[in-house]
C-alpha cells in the first residue's frame, strides 16, 4: 500500500513554495501565511491533498484500512477548488492562522464537494468516505433528521453545484479519478467504531499537515517522546528501589508476589485481562509493570491508564511522574492545572501521541462516542495500546452495554489490550440477554488465596437492616475513636455528619477544588502517619484509589462494592496487631432514586443473606449479577441502536446516527468533561 501511495508523492513532507504574492489565477491555494518580511508562503492545495492521504493512510494501516484513509484524505478538501473559496482564502490574505476551519462568519462551505463526489464517483460505499470527509472540521453527523445531516448537506450541495465548480478547476493528475477502496470493515466489529476511527485519521492527518505549515515551531515540539523501553527501565529502577527500601511486612510480600506474577504474565497474546486483587495490593503498579512490559513484548505504541475520577487520578499521575518524569506523562481531563501543563504537553493531549497517558473514564469513552474533530482526533492512536481500567467497577452501568461492545471490539479488531483492574471485579462474562465480555483472561494464579492472604479487616454488619439510624447516634459513635473514617452516601449527608461531629474533624468531599482536596488528603496521609489523632467525615471520593489508613472505618449502608472499598481504607498497611473494624451502618434516609438507590438495596440484598466475612470474592459476583438485573437497562439512551452496532440493515446503508449518539453518551448528565468529579 505505501508503495502505491509513493506513486502520488514522493515524501510525506509536501513541499512548501516561498513566492512574492502575486496574482495567479492557476494557483490553488490550501492556506495561506506571511512571512515578517512581507513574504508569503503558499500550501498549495494539490500537496495539501496528497500529503494528507499519506499520513491518513499511515495512520490507518494499523488496523487495515489505508486505501480508505488515503482516498478521504485526497478528496476532503477538492471543495477549496471552487472559485468561490479561492476568492476568499486570497481576500483574507492568510493573516488568520486558522483560516482553514470552517464555521466562523464569511467562510465558505469546502467540505461538501468532496462528500458529493464520494457519492456520485464511488456509489453507496461512497457514502463512508463523505462521513469523514462532510464532518472533518463540523464533526461527524448524522445520516438523517436534522438540518445539518449528511443527506440534506448533499442534496443541498448538489443544488448549489459545489462539485460541478470544485471539477471546473479539477488539476490534470487524475486526483478527482480513483477506484473504490476494496478493504472491508472488520466483519464482527462495528461499522460505526470503524468509519468513526477512519475519521480519526482524516482529522489528525490534515490538523497535523496544516500545522506544519502554519507553524513550524509546533509540529517541532510534538517530537522527543522517549521510546517505551526507556520508560521501562526507569519503572524496573524505580520498583527495584522501592523494594530494597520497603520494610519485609506479610502485605509487601504480598505486593512483590502480585508484580511477579504481573511481569510473567506479560508475554501473553494480546486481549482482554483482568487483575483481581484486593485493596492494598499494589495494583497501581503492578498493573503499569504489566501494561508496559505487554507493550515492549507485543510491539504496542503506548500505555493508556484511565481511571474514573479526577481525585484518583491526580494520586496516580503524581505516582507515574515521580517514575518518568514530569515531562513524560500527558494527563488528560478536565481538572488539570493549567501550570502543570506546558506547550508540548497541551499538543499531547489533542491526539494522544505520546507513550504514556493518564485521563479519565469521561474523556476516554466519551471520546469513543464522540462526533467532534477535537474528541475523535485522539481515537486512531488508541489503536495498538494496552489500556488499565483502573477500578474497572464504576464504568457507569447505565453505559455499560455500548461500552462493553467497544471494549470487545477494540481487542478483537484494533489490537488494544485491556486490563480490568479493581478489587471488585464486576461481573461481565456473558450470559442471557446480557453480551458482556468474551475471552477475558485472570492476570492472578490465585485471586482467592490473595483474599484469604490479604484479610486485614473484621466487617460488622446491621443486626436490622430495616432500622435506620440518626446522625447524631453515628457522631456520638465515631467520637470514641481516637482515629477515624466515616464514609456517607452524599454530600449533603458528609454536611450533616460533620455538622455534629468536634471542631477538628476533618471534611471531604468533591466539592473542594482538587488543589485543596489534595492537601488535605495529604494532611490526612501524614497525622495518621504520625499518629496524630485524626477523625474524617467523607463522601466516597476517598473509597478507591486513595491510599489512606485507618485503624476504624465506618460505612453508610451502600453497595458491597462501595462497602469493600471502603474496608480498603481500613488497616491497609496490616500493621495493626489485630484486624481492623469496619463498621456498616443504615444512615436516616436511603440513598438517592437512581442507580445509587439501586445499588444499595443490592447491597443490602447480599449482605442480609450473607453467612460469615460478606468481603469475599464470590459476594461480588453475586452482587453485581444482582445489581446489573435489577436496572432498567444496560443502554439507557440506546446508543447501540442509533450506531447499529450490531451491524444490521441500517449500517450495510450507513446510515447513523453520530451527532445524536455523541450528544446522548454523556456519562455524567449535562455538562460531559467538565464534571468528571462533580457525582462524588
Known amino acids: 500500500m505505501r508503495q502505491n501511495i509513493g506513486k502520488l508523492v514522493s515524501r510525506k513532507q509536501p513541499r512548501r513554495s516561498e513566492k512574492v504574492n502575486a496574482e495567479n489565477n492557476t494557483t490553488y491555494l490550501a492556506h495561506v501565511r506571511q512571512l515578517p518580511n512581507g513574504r508569503w508562503i503558499e500550501h498549495f492545495l494539490e500537496e495539501h491533498l496528497l500529503a494528507v492521504a499519506v499520513l491518513a493512510a499511515e495512520f490507518a494501516s494499523v488496523f487495515n484500512s489505508q486505501d480508505w484513509a488515503r482516498l478521504s484524505g485526497l478528496w476532503h478538501d477538492i471543495g477549496k477548488f471552487r472559485e468561490k473559496f479561492q476568492k476568499y482564502i486570497k481576500s483574507v490574505s492568510g493573516y488568520d492562522a486558522e483560516a482553514h476551519i470552517e464555521g466562523a462568519p464569511g467562510r465558505v462551505d469546502h467540505s461538501t464537494a468532496g462528500a458529493i463526489h464520494a457519492i456520485e464517483e464511488l456509489g ?17 453527523p448524522d445520516w438523517n433528521g436534522e438540518p445539518a445531516s449528511l443527506f440534506q448537506r448533499i442534496e443541498d450541495g448538489k443544488q448549489k453545484g459545489y462539485r460541478q465548480e470544485a471539477l471546473q478547476n479539477a488539476p490534470t493528475t487524475g486526483l478527482f479519478n480513483q477506484p473504490c477502496p476494496t478493504s472491508s470493515p472488520p466483519q464482527d466489529g462495528s461499522f460505526a467504531l470503524w468509519i468513526r476511527m477512519l475519521f480519526s485519521c ?44 520497603a520494610t519485609d511486612s506479610p ?12 511481569c510473567e504474565k506479560a508475554t501473553l497474546p494480546p486481549g482482554l485481562f483482568s487483575l483481581t486483587v484486593p485493596t492494598g495490593g499494589g495494583k497501581t503498579l503492578s498493573s503499569t509493570a504489566f501494561a508496559l512490559n505487554h507493550a515492549m513484548h507485543h510491539g504496542k505504541q503506548r500505555v493508556i491508564y484511565v481511571i ?69 482526533r485522539k481515537l486512531h492512536n488508541i489503536v495498538n495500546s494496552v489500556v488499565v481500567l483502573d477500578e474497572a467497577q464504576l464504568l457507569p452501568p447505565e453505559f455499560l452495554a455500548p461500552i462493553l461492545h467497544v471494549m470487545q471490539d477494540l481487542s478483537q479488531n484494533y489490537k488494544v489490550s485491556f486490563v480490568l483492574s479493581t478489587a471488585t471485579q464486576p ?53 470514641q475513636y481516637d482515629s477515624v473514617l466515616c ?37 490526612i496521609k501524614q497525622r495518621l502517619k504520625d499518629g496524630i489523632p485524626t477523625r474524617v467525615i467523607s463522601t466516597q471520593l476517598v473509597e478507591a484509589g486513595v491510599d489512606i489508613d485507618f485503624p476504624v472505618v465506618y ?42 438507590r439501586k445499588a444499595q438495596q443490592s447491597g443490602q440484598e447480599i449482605m442480609r443473606l450473607t453467612e460469615g466475612d460478606p468481603l469475599t470474592r464470590e459476594r461480588f459476583e453475586a452482587y ?9 437497562s444496560l443502554d439507557e439512551e440506546n446508543i447501540i441502536g442509533l450506531l447499529d452496532m450490531h451491524n444490521r440493515v441500517e449500517a450495510r446503508r450507513a446510515e447513523f446516527s453520530f451527532r445524536t449518539a455523541a450528544d446522548k453518551f454523556q456519562l455524567i448528565k449535562g455538562s460531559s468533561q467538565k464534571t468528571e468529579n462533580k457525582a462524588r
Open 308 to 376: 474514573p475520577y479526577t481525585s484518583i487520578l491526580e494520586q496516580t499521575a503524581e505516582i507515574f511522574r515521580k517514575i518518568f518524569g514530569d515531562e513524560n506523562v500527558i494527563e488528560h481531563h478536565s481538572n488539570l492545572d493549567p501550570d502543570k501543563e506546558d506547550s508540548r504537553s497541551r499538543l499531547a493531549t489533542e491526539n494522544w501521541d505520546a507513550p504514556i497517558i493518564v485521563t479519565t473514564n469521561v474523556q476516554f469513552f466519551e471520546s469513543l462516542f464522540a462526533a467532534r474533530t477535537s474528541r475523535c
Open 624 to 632: 453485581f449479577r444482582h445489581y446489573y438485573a435489577s436496572l432498567n
Open 251 to 262: 502485605v509487601n510480600r504480598i505486593r512483590t508476589e502480585v508484580l511477579r506474577q504481573c
Open 555 to 596: 460505612r453508610a449502608l451502600a453497595g458491597l462494592d462501595a462497602v469493600a472499598q471502603a474496608a480498603g481504607r481500613c488497616n491497609r498497611e496490616g500493621m495493626l496487631p489485630g484486624m481492623g473494624k469496619v463498621v456498616v451502618f443504615v444512615p436516616p434516609k436511603p440513598a438517592v432514586p437512581g442507580l445509587l
Open 202 to 245: 482524516l482529522v489528525d492527518a490534515d490538523f497535523l499537515d496544516t500545522e506544519a505549515f502554519m507553524d513550524e515551531r509546533r509540529k517541532d515540539l510534538r517530537a522527543g517522546y522517549p521510546a517505551l523501553n526507556e520508560l521501562l527501565s526507569a519503572f524496573d529502577q524505580y520498583m527495584n528501589d522501592k523494594t530494597a527500601n
Open 124 to 140: 453507496p460505499p461512497g457514502r463512508i468516505i463523505a462521513y469523514l470527509i462532510a464532518g472533518h472540521h463540523a464533526g461527524l
Open 427 to 479: 461481573a461481565f462474562s456473558p450470559r442471557p440477554k446480557f453480551s458482556g465480555l468474551r475471552g477475558v483472561q485472570e492476570l492472578m494464579d490465585d485471586p482467592d488465596g490473595l483474599y484469604a492472604d490479604l484479610k486485614r479487616v473484621e466487617a460488622e454488619l446491621p443486626r436490622d437492616f430495616n432500622a435506620p439510624r440518626t446522625w447524631e447516634s453515628i457522631a456520638e459513635e465515631l467520637q
Open 487 to 523: 464514609i456517607v452516601n452524599s454530600r449533603t449527608d458528609c454536611r450533616a455528619l460533620h455538622a455534629l461531629m468536634p471542631r477538628d474533624t476533618i471534611h471531604l468531599s468533591a466539592l473542594m477544588c482538587g488543589q485543596h482536596r489534595s492537601e488535605v488528603i495529604a494532611d
